[in-house]
């Protein structure tokens, strides 16, 4: 996919089913890293945009990375975020900053190998299981349009589903 955002839609679905052990802030800073290589590859007019990153070990060692140093990061990005909304009107727009090592794992390792899986699809330069095979099995497995349309309706989902479980904790919480 031409565009991490897309990417972000399984990944709201995912959090709405598994809730705090899944971050979904870790899953988008995966998404980010995993798409740095296309990024470099495009501004230097190459030929091949998805290489190593773009492979099942290279989501691997790049979840690892983005396992220890998105767990930092994020939760300085959720505390900065919850600071920014530090108003009698506006708290409500307040997380948890704190991340879990399972949550951070899960939004990780999910990220990154879910990317290379749908890229798998729409992409005839990934070599997803390489060094074992040059092949990738997976290329037009289902029309590209298809992923964009399935990523956009979970994240929809998602993000609805979000929602709707945020205002329930909410009102639960205010008749206690």
Known sequence: MPFTPF???PGTAIKAITGRHFSLTIFGFAQVAIDMEPLIRIVRHDSVLHGFTHTYLGAFIIGSLTLFMGKFVCQWLLRTWNAIFNFKYLKW???NSHISWVAASTGAFIGTFSHVLLDSIMHADIQPFWPISPNNGLLNFI???WVYLLCTILG???LMSLFVIGL???WAIDIE
């Open 7 to 9: 990417h972000m839609g």
């Open 93 to 95: 727009l307040q997380v």
């Open 143 to 145: 029309p590209g349009a």
């Open 156 to 158: 929809v989902i998602g």
């Open 168 to 170: 329930w904790n909410k």
